[in-house]
T-cell receptor, first 118, second 112 residues
Framework: NAGVTQTPKFRILKIGQSMTLQCTQD?????MYWYRQDPGMGLKLIYY???????DKGEVPNGYNVSRSTTEDFPLRLELAAPSQTSVYFC?????????????????FGAGSRLTVL | GDSVTQMEGPVTLSEEAFLTINCTYT??????LFWYVQYPGEGLQLLLK?????DKGSNKGFEATYRKETTSFHLEKGSVQVSDSAVYFC???????????FGAGTRLFVKA
């Protein structure tokens, strides 16, 4: 299985340009997420989706948009790129597990997309 | 809201040394707790998890115990190897939730 596949791995944008980060998973997970990782700041949730046709904002949604037309795909759109969007972006999907009667949500991550806005 | 605090790095150890990375959390109800590891140039991957108080998660020689009384989930390993050099993230998922909150990450360097 490929797991979670992100493209592109690297991209340089000029201020004001737009682009789409692609994310595909082949595990039939209902939940999908986009995070950004800034140095020393951990991961911040941008958007998430609980199934096809359903998306919602995370902690830092401004400047981004998403769509979820299929279970497999969850693209992230950057409109009017700004230097503050320079970061590493991770897509993830998850499945709920139950252990000893308790639930948990285990994330599977893609390899990341490094975006630089100049 | 829910949050995770973990010790700042980097942590530098010699091979075969004992490792502890501290993690504390704030959450209502009964969160599930996780440690994820990120090797250079890769995405995060699950290292271990615990879903209720006093549970011990373990994997690859790493262990962490869910301590509700101290709201902690410290990561330990008795003897680290050079190949353990990575960034370690403590994380939680709130009760009944599916959004995961991450700590800032702790970078570990292990010297031969």
């Amino acid at each position: 299985n490929a797991g979670v596949t992100q493209t592109p791995k690297f991209r340089i944008l000029k201020i004001g340009q737009s682009m789409t980060l692609q994310c595909t998973q082949d595990m039939n997970h209902n939940y999908m997420y986009w995070y950004r990782q800034d140095p020393g700041m951990g991961l911040k949730l941008i958007y998430y989706s609980v199934g096809a046709g359903i998306t919602d904002k995370g902690e830092v949604p401004n400047g981004y948009n998403v769509s979820r037309s299929t279970t497999e795909d969850f693209p992230l759109r950057l409109e009017l790129a700004a230097p503050s969007q320079t970061s590493v972006y991770f897509c993830a999907s998850s499945y709920p597990i139950r252990t000893g009667g308790r639930g948990a949500n285990v994330l599977t991550f893609g390899a990341g997309s490094r975006l630089t806005v100049l | 809201g829910d949050s995770v605090t973990q010790m700042e790095g980097p942590v530098t150890l010699s091979e075969e040394a004992f490792l502890t990375i501290n993690c504390t959390y704030t959450a209502t109800g009964y969160p599930s707790l996780f440690w994820y590891v990120q090797y250079p140039g890769e995405g995060l991957q699950l290292l271990l998890k615990a879903t209720k108080a006093d549970d011990k998660g373990s994997n690859k020689g790493f262990e962490a115990t869910y301590r509700k009384e101290t709201t902690s989930f410290h990561l330990e390993k008795g003897s680290v190897q050079v190949s353990d050099s990575a960034v370690y993230f403590c994380a939680l998922t709130g009760t009944g939730g599916f959004k995961t909150i991450f700590g800032a990450g702790t970078r570990l360097f292990v010297k031969a």
